[in-house]
T-cell receptor, first 117, second 114 residues
Framework: GAVVSQHPSWVICKSGTSVKIECRSLDFQATTMFWYRQFPKQSLMLMATSNEGSKATYEQGVEKDKFLINHASLTLSTLTVTSAHPEDSSFYIC?????????????FGPGTRLTVL | AQSVAQPEDQVNVAEGNPLTVKCTYSVSGNPYLFWYVQYPNRGLQFLLKYITGDNLVKGSYGFEAEFNKSQTSFHLKKPSALVSDSALYFCAVREDDSGYALNFGKGTSLLVTP
């Protein structure tokens, strides 16, 4: 199946710094990528939908100025957590869809564990 | 509005026994249903999906799921559980015309004991 990678797999940073997480589709072109956040023992919560070459669509309650998403190419989307605080510590997972139809499954990256001290 | 419920936080089963992980959904249109599995500190792996057609869907690693429209359920099943099946399982739903984002259940932790 299609492969999605994320980098880094884990990151520890100081409060107030910014962290960039990369999501890449390795063997296909993804016109749409999704960013999720997962708290311990909880489900995935969709943060935003990222379309190549256009602005991301954020879910209600997600601060777009804090979670900057860039989807500059068909194989790369980035999530930047700006001015990170301890409450931003979480597991961030991206996914990509092979073709933009509602019935196609999303392929998920392995996730990035962010710890803000 | 669309939603999905996984009523069990944890399912315990002995190796070799059949397993069932329950999922019910609520949508106003036609549902697209998915099952994913997550191992610790890993992303989600796709198991199977129901779009249309046969109500019994076969997926990866010997898993299957049965779509029941009258009961609005999409339970995940496997005839003979393996210890390596122990993981977190997520059911997800999307309406056919609601866009592309998935709505996930809270997850069910499956523990298969030797």
């Amino acid at each position: 199946g299609a492969v999605v990678s994320q980098h880094p797999s884990w990151v520890i940073c100081k409060s107030g710094t910014s962290v960039k997480i990369e999501c890449r589709s390795l063997d296909f072109q993804a016109t749409t990528m999704f960013w999720y956040r997962q708290f311990p023992k909880q489900s995935l919560m969709l943060m935003a939908t990222s379309n190549e070459g256009s602005k991301a669509t954020y879910e209600q309650g997600v601060e777009k100025d804090k979670f900057l998403i860039n989807h500059a190419s068909l194989t790369l989307s980035t999530l930047t957590v700006t001015s990170a605080h301890p409450e931003d510590s979480s597991f961030y997972i991206c996914s990509a869809t092979l073709r933009l139809t509602s019935y196609n499954e999303q392929f998920f990256g392995p996730g990035t564990r962010l710890t803000v001290l | 509005a669309q939603s999905v419920a996984q009523p069990e936080d944890q399912v315990n089963v002995a190796e070799g026994n059949p397993l069932t992980v329950k999922c019910t959904y609520s949508v106003s249109g036609n549902p697209y249903l998915f099952w994913y599995v997550q191992y610790p500190n890993r992303g989600l792996q796709f198991l199977l999906k129901y779009i249309t057609g046969d109500n019994l869907v076969k997926g990866s690693y010997g898993f299957e799921a049965e779509f029941n429209k009258s009961q609005t359920s999409f339970h995940l099943k496997k005839p003979s559980a393996l210890v390596s099946d122990s993981a977190l399982y997520f059911c997800a739903v999307r309406e056919d015309d609601s866009g592309y984002a998935l709505n996930f259940g809270k997850g069910t932790s499956l523990l298969v004991t030797p």
